[in-house]
């Protein structure tokens, strides 16, 4: 009763009070907001990790890269041993993910599984960095479990997390450059611009796609950061080096040895248009599968009614580019938070359209080109999620009526509702088997356990060499009649072929080496031999001695004198 008349008759003691509550009330939402984002972020891992309970993804780049950190951890230098020239120097991707992969070997964890676990633990911390920068930078809950929530349950990011490949570590350090970047041009300090450059460095060091960080830092701080020119200059060059400098003594020693370019050829340029014209197909592809329950929409499956879509989404994009620009420009002068969001979505747009430049400078002019697909065409996706988190906190600071505000709120709550189902759709989708060469049945397959018990020096031939090498780590001839496409119409045994230029069958007819038939090789002799396709199995193998046979694929060997010591 003292304290109620003591408010009462003392209005200081009662305002004090009343700002003490409101303050403790801010204090608890920014805790809940920072928990959301944290339970997002580990929503996403867990998610990376249901959709690889049977095994990370693993193809043909994954057996590149973990035969180079095998070959590295023993000793025997950065490289993988080939069939026909023996050992060469790895030229083919940057250094970055063999090195982690053999870090992970030495430390003395199974690798494949502990790829698993640092996929899902870099998803996790690259939602929250993207999370809590947006909460640090503007105290908004929304932007930022926005942007957490598209991130987390995105197909794509977590198709890129559930392989044995080297985008996770790319996605979590081109965050980090970006989000380091935009902050070094909101409070410019020089450790935030090295953090940036050096976090580009390694992106670039993990995937070639990384120098769009490089030439994205450079861009944004000569054209975009209001200092004198000098200062920019100095800003850029700086920046420049860290990022730039160790992706290109790489690319010197890869030149040094394999005399390209980062493992490449050039081109005829007289055929770029044409390399061109070939990528818009899958760009479209690309972006219509981006849409969430795009698979269930009619424009997927009727071509006639792509038209519709795109100008229904230029005239979207349009409309809300148009009311941010106008937003900005209303909001500039009278609220200070609005230049955040800006930096954010200048940084962003300059990421994209570096980042695109790259690609179809490698696709047009270098062999051995990246595919017009998802994976390389998703860190423009990744970079649409924060734009859109962006223009919702730009949105949110300059609305002036409580209508405008609640329709915001509403259409973000549609779109993150949304996304969380198509998310789970998506993993929901992955097999309990496992993924590519990685699955439980290969795990356990006796073929592969055979393989390792041949005898260290029998050469091995094979329908597929790059699973062997991924299972086994021995590498392996390939069935040249199926790898170019020149078949033996006369169906001669395997080893007696027409071809004698064919190292793998003059090294089997010698009995040095061994014939492995994966389970999958009827329906690729099938691609060459087509209804005589039975013809030629048998004739392949007609006479030879059947070390193996199981579900999984067979071993022949030219007789059983071949395993006498």
């Known amino acids: 009763m003292g304290l109620v008349l003591n408010m009462l008759y003392n209005p200081a003691c009662n305002r004090q009070e009343i700002i003490y509550k409101q303050n403790m009330k801010q204090v608890t939402r920014e805790r809940l907001a920072w928990l959301a984002v944290a339970l997002i972020a580990l929503m ?9 309970r049977g095994g990370v993804g693993a193809q043909s780049d994954s057996s590149f890269y973990i035969g180079t950190a ?12 080939r069939p026909y020239t023996g050992f060469e120097f790895f030229t083919l991707f940057p250094p970055l993910y063999p090195l982690i992969l053999a870090g992970i070997e030495l430390s003395g964890l199974e690798l494949v599984s502990a790829v698993r676990w640092m996929n899902a633990l870099l998803f996790a911390l690259t939602i929250a960095a993207a999370g809590f920068f947006i909460l640090w930078k503007w105290r908004t809950i929304l932007p930022a479990c926005l942007v957490a929530i598209l991130i ?8 890129a997390h559930a392989w044995l490949l080297s985008e996770p570590p790319y996605y979590f350090c081109g965050t980090i450059s970006l989000l380091s970047l935009v902050i070094f041009l909101d409070h410019p300090r020089w450790h ?70 980062a493992g490449r050829e050039l081109l005829d340029p007289a055929d770029i248009g044409q390399r061109l014209v070939k990528l818009i197909a899958p760009l479209k592809e690309t972006v219509i599968g981006w849409v969430p329950f795009s698979a269930e929409l ?56 570096s980042h695109l430049l790259v690609f179809l400078v490698a696709s047009v002019l270098l062999s051995a080109s ?45 779109i993150i509702i949304t996304q969380i189902a198509h998310g789970i759709q998506a993993v929901s989708a992955y097999p309990a088997e496992g993924l590519g060469y990685n699955t439980v049945s290969a795990r356990q397959s006796q073929l592969y356990q055979s393989i390792r018990e041949l005898p260290v020096d029998l050469l091995i031939v094979c329908n597929n060499p790059n699973i062997i090498l991924f299972h086994t780590g021995r590498v392996a001839y390939p069935i040249v009649e199926l790898y170019t496409d020149n078949p033996e119409w006369n ?25 492995v038939l994966l389970r999958d090789a009827y329906w690729e002799f099938q691609l060459v031999y087509g209804e005589k396709t039975d013809q030629r199995m048998l004739a392949l193998v007609e006479g030879l001695f059947e070390y193996y046979d199981g579900y999984d694929g067979q071993i022949y060997l030219k007789d059983d004198r071949v395993l006498i010591p």
């Open 298 to 353: 009619p424009f997927v499956s009727d071509p006639h009614l792509y038209k519709p879509f795109w100008i229904a989404m230029i005239l979207l994009g349009t409309a809300l580019a148009f009311l941010i620009i106008k937003t900005i420009k209303r909001g500039m002068a009278t609220n200070g938070h609005i230049i955040g969001p800006v930096n954010l979505m200048i940084a962003l747009t300059v990421f994209m359209g």
């Open 192 to 261: 935030w611009l090295v953090l940036s450059a050096a976090a580009a460095a390694l992106s670039a060091l993990d995937r070639y796609a990384g120098l769009a960080l490089a030439g994205c830092g450079v861009f944004v701080l000569l054209f975009f950061n209001p200092v004198k020119a000098s200062l920019r200059l100095k800003r850029a060059g700086v920046f420049g080096f860290i990022s730039l400098a160790p992706i290109a003594i790489w690319m010197w020693i890869v030149h040094l040895n394999s005399a390209s370019i």
């Open 491 to 515: 169906f001669p045994v395997y080893g007696q072929g027409r071809n004698r230029t064919d190292q793998g069958q003059l090294a089997f007819e010698e009995g040095r080496a061994a014939l």
């Open 152 to 159: 987390g349950f995105s197909p794509s990011m977590l198709s």
């Open 44 to 52: 996403g891992m867990g998610l990376a990790l249901h959709a690889t």
């Open 370 to 414: 990246p595919a017009a697909g998802d994976r390389n065409f998703a860190p423009l996706l990744f970079s649409l999620y924060f734009l859109m988190a962006g223009s919702l906190a730009l949105l949110l600071h300059t609305a002036k009526r409580k209508w405008l505000k609640t329709l915001i709120i509403a259409f973000s709550g549609l």
């Open 70 to 81: 095998h070959n590295l951890v023993a000793g025997q230098g950065f490289g993988l041993t």
